[in-house]
């Protein structure tokens, strides 16, 4: 487990929040652990009916740290964490809700594309450097986005790099609302708290027959993670990795 991912269970509604402020939730491999772990025992749970996610203030997640994907890109082993993360993610039956405030970078965008509601506030954006970092999208967002915003702007999202605004992603149907910063956790938990009083069965039938193939998802997953992996161990990857972080020294 990771001393920074907190779980707590109350009302049929499990949160997962990422606390590691000070790196602006830049997410490790314990971390993505931590988090398939609870999808997983939350979803075993009859107790639990809703999955939220929640950041910090200003931080929802600046995306995967960078220096467990510099190791990779220097000769170390690729972990199957982050894909353990994805296919749980991507394989839940109950309702799963998020609150995005601030900073949405990488996996901080395209986990919330499995996300059955998601609110965000004002000084949210979302960006995806998958290109800039020589890799290649993920998260099943190189399927998704397109489906949902057209390729134009799924385009610029995914290649471009393009940030999108909370405002412009409400507006093409990447969230479901934009909320003040001091209101977004309690709009999350009162969606949740309805929908975890909701039937069931007829919530979980309802949301299958909303969500794209589950098959489709998961094979898409599968396919950008084998892509994924190769583009970490390629010089472009290298180079930018270790450009970024003489940057940040």
């Not at 920074?4 to 402020?21: D, L, S």
């Not at 489906?147 to 479901?176: P, V, W, Y």
Request: net charge neutral; aromatic share 6%; glycine share 8%.
């Amino acid at each position: 487990m990771s001393e920074h991912i907190e779980i707590t269970r109350a009302n049929g509604i499990q949160t997962i929040r990422m606390n590691r402020p000070d790196k602006k939730n830049a997410i490790t491999r314990a971390m993505y652990d931590a988090m398939a772990q609870a999808l997983r025992d939350g979803e075993a749970d009859d107790a639990t009916r809703v999955h939220v996610f929640f950041g910090v203030p200003g931080a929802f997640s600046a995306g995967n740290d960078l220096a467990d994907f510099l190791a990779v890109a220097t000769g170390g082993e690729v972990g199957r964490e982050v894909w353990a993360f994805l296919e749980a993610l991507a394989s839940t039956d109950k309702p799963v809700l998020s609150g995005v405030d601030g900073i949405a970078v990488g996996i901080g965008t395209t986990l919330n594309l499995h996300c059955d509601l998601t609110f965000a506030t004002a000084r949210t954006v979302l960006r995806t450097p998958f290109v800039d970092l020589g890799l290649v999208p993920e998260a099943a967002s190189s399927l998704l986005v397109p489906n949902l915003i057209g390729h134009q702007r799924a385009f610029a999202l995914l290649c471009m790099g393009k940030g999108m605004t909370a405002d412009e992603a409400m507006a093409s149907g990447l969230i479901a609302k934009v909320v003040e910063e001091d209101a977004l956790e309690a709009a999350v938990l009162d969606a949740a708290t309805r929908l975890a009083a909701k039937p069931r069965e007829a919530l979980r039938i309802s949301r299958a027959l909303l969500r794209p193939s589950r098959d489709a998802v998961t094979g898409r997953i599968k396919e950008e993670g084998r892509l994924f992996a190769e583009r970490l161990r390629s010089d472009e990857a290298r180079q930018a990795f270790q450009a970024f972080m003489a940057r940040k020294g």
